[in-house]
């Protein structure tokens, strides 16, 4: 049999509680939800309201760089509306420090080195619980697991007092760990849902249906050139839509939270206890999350994998809790580890995680480093924060549904969109390091040395980010083996939120030595374009070619490896 032959037609049914059905507009409303429901916890929270609260939480327990024995805070009543430390305009810049851990960092490093360590453990929870996802029904329990448990860790800040302010990297650790692996699960259903959409013309519903009834039990591969552009433009499509809507309830909730804001300095609360309004917030931040999760518990369907394997013991006796967690703890890391050896077989897939490892970084990196530069370095509140995070997320908005337009302008792939951002992204760092310039520098203005100067920047973050989160993934599902998508996806999130550990630490060990956040900047230009060339190199159908031989390959592989451990079984 030759390969094209091979490739034609390819087993539905291959397990018995495998989901063909189609996919229905009830389905995608609950996997839209929960884009509603997560993206306010990491546009809201981790985008704008964890880092400030980190360092202001850290801020009333510290001391000035340059005085140790001088607080970061004033007294209230001091001098020092709403309980912030007075600077001069010599002082401007200058970092506030504490001691965690045994040594002296400065306030914004703490907030840094937290999120480094968060996404470490999220990749590490990936690695170890992400194979499941890819069996049995555990991809949809999974994902409302992390949602709930993430909801609770966001609403719980609200009992975080600076005294305990310890305590709060515990809190973001558990709220970002469980928001990168649900979004995980949840983009392993897109490959899913696209491959299983109802929107087919009357003669490609009939040209399936006659391919059915010559050969029962089989569906059209994804091979098919038509196919894979039909789906890559629907891929997009509904992955743009997830981003939109999520980043409109983003700005109705950030709307929400400046309201709380302006409530609050109505009151003597927020002059005494600068850090509670933030934690209100997160409390409510942490409700919204569970409620709009609710629709994605009732509409999604589960979509189950293969069974997971079953254990055999020597006596085929019962096994006890322990050795069933190690089991399938074992069987969970010897997966990752097989689909590493997988995504290697793969030079697209290698070329593009590579890329994305870099290019989130660098996502990762501005967007922390550019909110508490605004928060330290420019003296923004928490208001103007909120205002600024608005305007990133409004051009956000506007970015996920204007890039495909743009693309359809002019026949841009996907691939051509991704390195549009790069380019742009690149212009965010260079405007922060034209301050050193010494005419910028005497003019007083440009450079970001004035606070409104960081509206247009996080602007064109926020239209960049509209574009990257929608075709990232509409990039990456095509060159993923049919069947493998939870596996795949758990490695592009291990990839990203992997990635997303450097580059934050890296800028903190920056900060604590020059104790300004402004020569971060350099590093961040030089990250910003490394991905460009390796997008570039990118062969998509070449890509997408290669995992179909590489999935019929496994296939083959696993039937012929059941079929012996059956023989084995009868034998014994």
Request: charged letters at 15%; a neutral charge; hydrophobic letters at 45%.
């Amino acid at each position: 049999m030759s390969l094209d032959e091979e490739l034609r037609p390819r087993l539905s049914g291959r397990y018995e509680d495998e989901d063909t059905s189609r996919t229905t507009p009830r389905e995608l409303n609950g996997w839209y939800s929960y884009a509603v429901a997560a993206e306010v916890f990491a546009v809201v929270g981790v985008g704008s309201f964890l880092p400030v609260t980190l360092e202001q939480l850290a801020r009333e327990r510290g001391f000035l760089f340059s005085n140790r024995s001088a607080p970061c805070i004033a007294p209230v009543g001091s001098g020092s509306p709403n309980g912030f430390r007075i600077r001069d305009d010599e002082s401007r810049e200058e970092q506030c420090m504490i001691n965690f851990l045994g040594r002296e960092i400065t306030t914004s490093s703490f907030a840094m080195y937290t999120f480094s360590a968060a996404v470490l453990v999220q990749a590490v929870t990936l690695i170890c619980l992400s194979s499941f996802a890819d069996h049995g029904p555990y991809r949809k329990k999974m994902l409302l697991t992390f949602a709930y448990t993430g909801s609770v860790a966001s609403a719980l800040f609200v009992f975080i007092s600076p005294a305990i302010y310890f305590l709060a990297p515990f809190l973001v650790i558990i709220g970002v760990t469980c928001l990168g692996c649900s979004f995980s699960l949840l983009n392993a259903f897109l490959p899913l849902l696209v491959s299983n959409h109802d929107d087919e013309s009357a003669e490609s519903l009939l040209s399936r249906q006659e391919l059915e009834s010559l050969n029962p039990g089989s569906t059209v591969r994804r091979s098919d050139p038509e196919k894979l552009s039909r789906d890559l433009e629907r891929s997009a499509k509904i992955s743009s839509k997830g981003v939109g809507l999520g980043y409109i309830a983003a700005v109705l909730f950030q709307c929400i939270s400046i309201l709380i804001l302006f409530i609050f300095s109505k009151t003597s609360v927020a002059k005494r206890y600068p850090s509670i309004p933030m934690r209100v917030i997160l409390l409510c931040v942490g409700i919204w999350w569970a409620l709009f999760s609710i629709p994605t518990l009732l509409f999604l369907r589960s979509r189950p994998g293969p069974p997971l394997p079953a254990q055999y013991s020597k006596h085929h006796g019962p096994t006890s809790r322990l050795h069933t967690f190690l089991f399938y703890a074992y069987f969970s890391l010897t997966s990752f580890w097989a689909t590493v050896k997988l995504a290697i077989r793969l030079k697209q897939v290698v070329l593009f995680l590579i890329a994305w490892f870099l290019l989130s970084d660098a996502i990762a990196t501005v967007s922390g480093t550019a909110v508490l530069f605004a928060r330290t370095e420019l003296n923004l509140d928490t208001i103007p924060i909120a205002l600024l995070s608005i305007t990133s997320i409004g051009f956000g908005i506007l970015g996920a549904f204007a890039w495909p337009r743009i693309a359809a302008r002019f026949s841009w792939p996907p691939k051509t969109v991704l390195l549009a951002c790069i380019v742009l992204m690149e212009i965010i760092p260079i405007y922060g390091l034209m301050g050193y310039i010494p005419l910028i520098k005497r003019a007083g203005v440009g450079g970001l040395q004035q606070p409104w100067e960081i509206y247009p920047l996080g602007a064109l973050h926020g239209f960049i980010m509209g574009g990257i989160s929608s075709y990232a993934r509409s990039v990456f599902a095509p060159l993923i083996p049919e069947g493998r998508e939870a596996a795949f996806f758990a490695l592009y999130a291990v990839t990203d939120k992997g990635s997303s550990a450097i580059g934050p630490a890296l800028v903190g060990w920056i900060v604590d030595r020059a104790g300004k956040i402004r020569p971060a900047f350099a590093f961040l230009a030089g990250l910003a374009v490394l991905p460009g060339p390796l997008i570039w190199w990118l062969d998509m159908e070449r890509g997408r070619a290669d995992a179909e031989r590489l999935a019929v390959r496994v296939d083959r592989q696993t039937l012929e490896e059941q079929e012996m451990s059956q023989n084995f079984a009868v034998e014994d």
